[in-house]
Protein backbone atom coordinates (compact mmCIF):
# COMPACT_ATOMS: atom_id res chain seq x y z
CA UNK A 1 0.00 0.00 0.00
CA UNK A 2 3.30 2.54 0.02
CA UNK A 3 4.05 4.81 -3.01
CA UNK A 4 6.42 3.61 -5.69
CA UNK A 5 9.85 2.83 -4.45
CA UNK A 6 12.56 4.93 -4.83
CA UNK A 7 16.56 4.67 -4.54
CA UNK A 8 17.86 8.28 -3.79
CA UNK A 9 21.71 9.33 -4.20
CA UNK A 10 23.42 9.55 -1.06
CA UNK A 11 23.77 13.41 -1.16
CA UNK A 12 20.18 13.88 -1.23
CA UNK A 13 19.85 12.51 2.30
CA UNK A 14 23.45 13.41 4.05
CA UNK A 15 25.89 15.58 3.61
CA UNK A 16 28.97 14.38 3.22
CA UNK A 17 31.89 14.97 6.35
CA UNK A 18 33.52 18.76 5.92
CA UNK A 19 36.84 17.22 6.38
CA UNK A 20 36.48 13.83 5.63
CA UNK A 21 34.46 14.06 2.50
CA UNK A 22 32.90 10.57 3.50
CA UNK A 23 29.03 9.84 4.19
CA UNK A 24 27.83 8.34 7.54
CA UNK A 25 26.10 5.24 5.95
CA UNK A 26 25.09 4.17 9.60
CA UNK A 27 22.91 7.08 10.02
CA UNK A 28 21.82 7.26 6.55
CA UNK A 29 20.63 3.65 6.65
CA UNK A 30 18.96 4.75 9.95
CA UNK A 31 17.13 7.31 8.17
CA UNK A 32 15.74 5.28 5.61
CA UNK A 33 14.58 2.46 8.10
CA UNK A 34 12.90 5.25 10.90
CA UNK A 35 11.41 7.23 7.74
CA UNK A 36 7.22 7.86 8.19
CA UNK A 37 6.75 10.06 5.53
CA UNK A 38 6.82 9.89 1.50
CA UNK A 39 8.80 11.68 -1.02
CA UNK A 40 7.26 14.27 -3.23
CA UNK A 41 9.15 14.54 -6.92
CA UNK A 42 7.78 17.59 -8.99
CA UNK A 43 8.54 16.95 -12.93
CA UNK A 44 7.74 18.38 -15.84
CA UNK A 45 6.44 16.81 -18.86
CA UNK A 46 6.50 18.17 -21.89
CA UNK A 47 3.21 19.02 -23.78
CA UNK A 48 2.29 18.05 -27.32
CA UNK A 49 2.85 21.93 -28.21
CA UNK A 50 6.47 23.04 -28.37
CA UNK A 51 5.38 26.91 -27.55
CA UNK A 52 3.47 25.65 -24.64
CA UNK A 53 5.40 25.52 -21.09
CA UNK A 54 5.82 21.96 -19.49
CA UNK A 55 2.84 20.23 -17.38
CA UNK A 56 3.84 20.31 -13.67
CA UNK A 57 3.51 17.11 -12.23
CA UNK A 58 3.50 15.60 -8.64
CA UNK A 59 3.67 12.41 -7.61
CA UNK A 60 5.09 10.51 -4.21
CA UNK A 61 7.33 7.40 -3.93
CA UNK A 62 8.97 6.29 -0.75
CA UNK A 63 12.50 6.18 -0.39
CA UNK A 64 13.70 2.33 -0.14
CA UNK A 65 17.70 3.13 -0.30
CA UNK A 66 20.67 4.90 -1.35
CA UNK A 67 23.32 4.58 -3.85
CA UNK A 68 27.02 5.92 -4.38
CA UNK A 69 27.93 6.14 -7.83
CA UNK A 70 31.19 8.09 -7.36
CA UNK A 71 30.12 10.89 -9.63
CA UNK A 72 28.94 14.08 -7.78
CA UNK A 73 26.46 14.56 -10.32
CA UNK A 74 24.42 11.92 -9.91
CA UNK A 75 25.17 10.65 -5.73
CA UNK A 76 23.60 14.68 -5.00
CA UNK A 77 20.86 14.75 -7.79
CA UNK A 78 19.34 11.65 -9.03
CA UNK A 79 16.84 9.81 -8.13
CA UNK A 80 16.13 5.88 -9.23
CA UNK A 81 12.42 4.93 -9.95
CA UNK A 82 11.07 2.02 -11.92
CA UNK A 83 10.92 2.53 -15.75
CA UNK A 84 7.27 2.00 -16.07
CA UNK A 85 6.34 4.49 -13.26
CA UNK A 86 8.81 7.36 -14.87
CA UNK A 87 7.26 6.35 -17.99
CA UNK A 88 3.95 7.03 -17.00
CA UNK A 89 4.91 10.38 -15.26
CA UNK A 90 6.61 12.15 -17.81
CA UNK A 91 5.37 10.51 -20.80
CA UNK A 92 2.95 11.22 -23.63
CA UNK A 93 0.29 8.90 -24.72
CA UNK A 94 0.09 7.82 -28.43
CA UNK A 95 -2.71 6.94 -31.35
CA UNK A 96 -3.55 3.31 -29.41
CA UNK A 97 -3.18 4.94 -26.40
CA UNK A 98 -0.05 3.68 -24.95
CA UNK A 99 2.55 5.97 -22.80
CA UNK A 100 5.44 6.70 -24.51
CA UNK A 101 8.67 8.57 -23.60
CA UNK A 102 12.25 9.11 -25.11
CA UNK A 103 15.02 7.36 -22.66
CA UNK A 104 18.65 7.19 -22.40
CA UNK A 105 20.06 3.60 -21.81
CA UNK A 106 24.14 4.25 -20.66
CA UNK A 107 26.47 1.20 -21.82
CA UNK A 108 29.56 0.77 -19.92
CA UNK A 109 32.21 -0.69 -22.66
CA UNK A 110 34.79 -2.94 -21.30
CA UNK A 111 38.09 -1.46 -20.83
CA UNK A 112 40.52 -0.30 -23.88
CA UNK A 113 37.36 -0.88 -26.27
CA UNK A 114 37.32 0.82 -29.23
CA UNK A 115 34.77 4.04 -28.88
CA UNK A 116 33.49 4.17 -32.61
CA UNK A 117 33.38 -0.14 -32.30
CA UNK A 118 31.23 -0.33 -29.66
CA UNK A 119 28.54 2.35 -31.13
CA UNK A 120 28.88 0.74 -34.42
CA UNK A 121 27.63 -2.73 -32.14
CA UNK A 122 24.92 -0.89 -30.39
CA UNK A 123 23.59 1.09 -33.18
CA UNK A 124 22.75 -2.33 -35.21
CA UNK A 125 22.01 -4.01 -32.03
CA UNK A 126 18.90 -1.52 -31.63
CA UNK A 127 17.94 -1.74 -35.14
CA UNK A 128 17.77 -5.55 -35.04
CA UNK A 129 15.88 -5.08 -31.83
CA UNK A 130 13.43 -1.96 -33.22
CA UNK A 131 12.48 -4.14 -36.24
CA UNK A 132 12.29 -7.46 -34.73
CA UNK A 133 10.60 -6.95 -31.52
CA UNK A 134 9.12 -3.55 -31.50
CA UNK A 135 7.50 -3.94 -35.26
CA UNK A 136 9.27 -0.79 -36.55
CA UNK A 137 10.63 0.10 -40.29
CA UNK A 138 14.33 0.13 -40.88
CA UNK A 139 13.77 4.07 -41.46
CA UNK A 140 12.21 4.75 -37.85
CA UNK A 141 14.83 2.35 -36.07
CA UNK A 142 17.68 4.45 -38.00
CA UNK A 143 16.75 8.01 -35.69
CA UNK A 144 17.93 6.47 -32.35
CA UNK A 145 21.25 8.32 -31.66
CA UNK A 146 24.09 6.30 -30.05
CA UNK A 147 26.96 8.61 -29.11
CA UNK A 148 29.88 8.35 -26.81
CA UNK A 149 29.38 10.33 -23.40
CA UNK A 150 32.09 12.67 -24.37
CA UNK A 151 29.93 14.19 -26.90
CA UNK A 152 26.88 14.77 -25.00
CA UNK A 153 26.51 18.41 -24.63
CA UNK A 154 26.78 18.30 -20.42
CA UNK A 155 30.00 16.48 -20.69
CA UNK A 156 31.35 18.49 -23.31
CA UNK A 157 30.65 21.86 -21.35
CA UNK A 158 32.45 20.34 -18.73
CA UNK A 159 35.33 18.84 -20.52
CA UNK A 160 35.86 22.03 -22.27
CA UNK A 161 36.86 23.73 -19.00
CA UNK A 162 39.00 21.23 -18.52
CA UNK A 163 40.98 21.72 -21.58
CA UNK A 164 41.17 25.34 -20.98
CA UNK A 165 42.70 24.16 -17.58
CA UNK A 166 45.17 21.84 -19.35
CA UNK A 167 46.01 24.46 -21.76
CA UNK A 168 47.62 26.96 -19.08
CA UNK A 169 49.36 23.80 -17.21
CA UNK A 170 50.79 23.33 -20.50
CA UNK A 171 52.11 27.01 -20.16
CA UNK A 172 53.07 27.10 -16.67
CA UNK A 173 55.83 23.90 -17.61
CA UNK A 174 56.93 25.77 -20.72
CA UNK A 175 58.07 28.38 -18.25
CA UNK A 176 59.01 26.39 -15.65
CA UNK A 177 61.05 24.78 -18.69
CA UNK A 178 62.22 28.29 -19.83
CA UNK A 179 63.68 28.60 -15.88
CA UNK A 180 65.42 25.23 -16.34
CA UNK A 181 67.38 25.65 -19.66
CA UNK A 182 68.05 29.22 -18.19
CA UNK A 183 69.71 27.63 -15.26
CA UNK A 184 71.59 24.99 -16.87
CA UNK A 185 72.87 28.28 -19.32
CA UNK A 186 74.20 29.76 -16.54
CA UNK A 187 75.80 26.77 -15.04
CA UNK A 188 77.51 25.66 -17.88
CA UNK A 189 78.60 29.01 -19.24
CA UNK A 190 80.52 29.65 -15.40
CA UNK A 191 81.66 26.31 -16.69
CA UNK A 192 82.98 27.38 -19.80
CA UNK A 193 84.56 30.26 -17.74
CA UNK A 194 86.56 28.10 -15.16
CA UNK A 195 87.71 25.88 -18.07
CA UNK A 196 88.97 27.91 -20.45
CA UNK A 197 92.66 26.00 -19.77
CA UNK A 198 91.50 22.77 -20.42
CA UNK A 199 88.88 23.60 -23.73
CA UNK A 200 92.66 25.47 -24.68
CA UNK A 201 94.77 22.08 -24.42
CA UNK A 202 92.08 20.01 -26.00
CA UNK A 203 92.14 22.66 -28.74
CA UNK A 204 95.85 22.57 -28.88
CA UNK A 205 96.04 18.77 -28.95
CA UNK A 206 93.62 18.54 -32.27
CA UNK A 207 90.32 18.62 -30.64
CA UNK A 208 87.78 20.30 -33.47
CA UNK A 209 85.64 23.29 -32.58
CA UNK A 210 82.61 20.76 -33.42
CA UNK A 211 83.85 18.53 -30.91
CA UNK A 212 84.35 20.96 -28.23
CA UNK A 213 80.32 22.45 -28.79
CA UNK A 214 79.26 18.65 -29.03
CA UNK A 215 81.13 18.24 -25.48
CA UNK A 216 78.70 20.18 -23.87
CA UNK A 217 75.68 19.78 -25.73
CA UNK A 218 76.23 15.87 -24.38
CA UNK A 219 76.55 17.19 -21.21
CA UNK A 220 73.23 19.45 -21.28
CA UNK A 221 71.60 16.75 -23.04
CA UNK A 222 72.50 14.37 -20.36
CA UNK A 223 71.43 16.76 -17.24
CA UNK A 224 67.83 16.56 -19.02
CA UNK A 225 67.94 12.68 -19.35
CA UNK A 226 69.17 12.17 -15.73
CA UNK A 227 66.49 14.83 -14.55
CA UNK A 228 63.54 13.71 -17.11
CA UNK A 229 64.04 10.37 -16.13
CA UNK A 230 64.03 11.09 -12.42
CA UNK A 231 60.67 13.07 -13.14
CA UNK A 232 58.97 10.54 -15.02
CA UNK A 233 59.77 7.67 -12.38
CA UNK A 234 58.56 10.09 -9.77
CA UNK A 235 55.73 11.33 -11.32
CA UNK A 236 54.27 7.68 -12.33
CA UNK A 237 54.91 6.37 -8.65
CA UNK A 238 52.88 9.29 -7.20
CA UNK A 239 50.12 9.05 -9.68
CA UNK A 240 49.84 5.24 -9.23
CA UNK A 241 49.52 6.13 -5.56
CA UNK A 242 47.63 9.21 -5.36
CA UNK A 243 45.28 7.58 -2.77
CA UNK A 244 47.70 6.46 -0.42
CA UNK A 245 49.14 10.23 -0.57
CA UNK A 246 45.45 11.50 0.05
CA UNK A 247 45.05 9.66 3.17
CA UNK A 248 48.23 10.58 4.40
CA UNK A 249 47.67 14.12 3.91
CA UNK A 250 44.81 13.86 5.34
CA UNK A 251 45.78 11.70 8.34
CA UNK A 252 48.65 14.54 8.40
CA UNK A 253 46.58 17.57 7.95
CA UNK A 254 43.36 16.73 9.67
CA UNK A 255 41.17 17.22 6.06
CA UNK A 256 40.41 15.65 2.50
CA UNK A 257 42.77 17.55 0.06
CA UNK A 258 40.30 16.49 -3.04
CA UNK A 259 36.75 16.49 -2.34
CA UNK A 260 34.01 15.07 -4.79
CA UNK A 261 31.91 18.48 -4.30
CA UNK A 262 34.95 20.18 -6.09
CA UNK A 263 36.36 17.59 -8.42
CA UNK A 264 32.98 16.00 -9.53
CA UNK A 265 34.66 12.50 -8.19
CA UNK A 266 34.92 10.27 -5.15
CA UNK A 267 37.70 8.42 -5.78
CA UNK A 268 41.10 9.82 -7.81
CA UNK A 269 42.17 8.97 -11.17
CA UNK A 270 45.31 7.37 -11.07
CA UNK A 271 46.33 6.66 -14.77
CA UNK A 272 49.17 7.55 -16.29
CA UNK A 273 49.15 8.86 -20.16
CA UNK A 274 52.12 8.01 -21.29
CA UNK A 275 51.51 10.11 -24.64
CA UNK A 276 51.49 13.30 -22.59
CA UNK A 277 54.37 12.44 -20.07
CA UNK A 278 56.56 11.64 -23.82
CA UNK A 279 55.64 15.09 -24.92
CA UNK A 280 56.78 16.71 -21.24
CA UNK A 281 59.85 14.22 -21.24
CA UNK A 282 61.31 15.19 -24.55
CA UNK A 283 60.23 18.67 -24.13
CA UNK A 284 62.53 18.59 -21.10
CA UNK A 285 65.52 16.97 -22.77
CA UNK A 286 64.91 19.91 -25.44
CA UNK A 287 65.24 22.71 -23.17
CA UNK A 288 68.23 20.89 -21.52
CA UNK A 289 69.46 21.25 -25.31
CA UNK A 290 68.33 24.84 -25.36
CA UNK A 291 70.12 25.67 -22.50
CA UNK A 292 73.38 24.43 -23.34
CA UNK A 293 73.75 26.00 -26.37
CA UNK A 294 74.75 29.11 -26.06
CA UNK A 295 77.57 28.06 -23.45
CA UNK A 296 78.64 25.49 -25.96
CA UNK A 297 79.36 27.70 -29.15
CA UNK A 298 80.71 29.86 -26.90
CA UNK A 299 83.78 27.22 -25.61
CA UNK A 300 83.88 26.29 -29.44
CA UNK A 301 85.03 29.68 -30.00
CA UNK A 302 87.69 30.03 -27.83
CA UNK A 303 91.45 29.94 -29.24
CA UNK A 304 93.81 27.90 -27.29
CA UNK A 305 96.55 30.68 -27.94
CA UNK A 306 94.35 32.94 -25.80
CA UNK A 307 93.34 30.22 -23.32
CA UNK A 308 97.36 29.04 -23.01
CA UNK A 309 98.79 32.89 -23.10
CA UNK A 310 98.87 33.39 -18.76
CA UNK A 311 100.42 29.45 -18.32
Known sequence: ELPVGAVLGIGILAEPDEWTDEYDKAAIAR????????MVLTVGRQTDRPDEPAER?????WPVDAVQTGMH????RYVYLPIDFVAALIGQADEQGRTRSSGVVQITAAAGADPAAVCA????????FACERLGWSAERAAFGAVYISAESPNVKSFTHEIRKQRIIIVLILGLIGLVAALLIFVV????????????????SLGTSRRGIAALFLAF??????????????????????????????MKLFGFKIWKSGVYFFSEIPNS???AWASVIVLAGIAMAVLG???????????QPVDALRYE
Not at 31 to 38: E, H, S, T, V
Not at 292 to 302: E, F, G, Q
Open 31 to 38: QLAQRRRP
Open 57 to 61: ITRTC
Open 73 to 76: EADT
Open 121 to 128: AVREAWKR
Open 188 to 203: LFMIVLQKRREIGILR
Open 220 to 249: GAGIGILGAAAGLALGIWATRNIRLIETAL
Open 272 to 274: VDF
Open 292 to 302: SLLPALRACRI
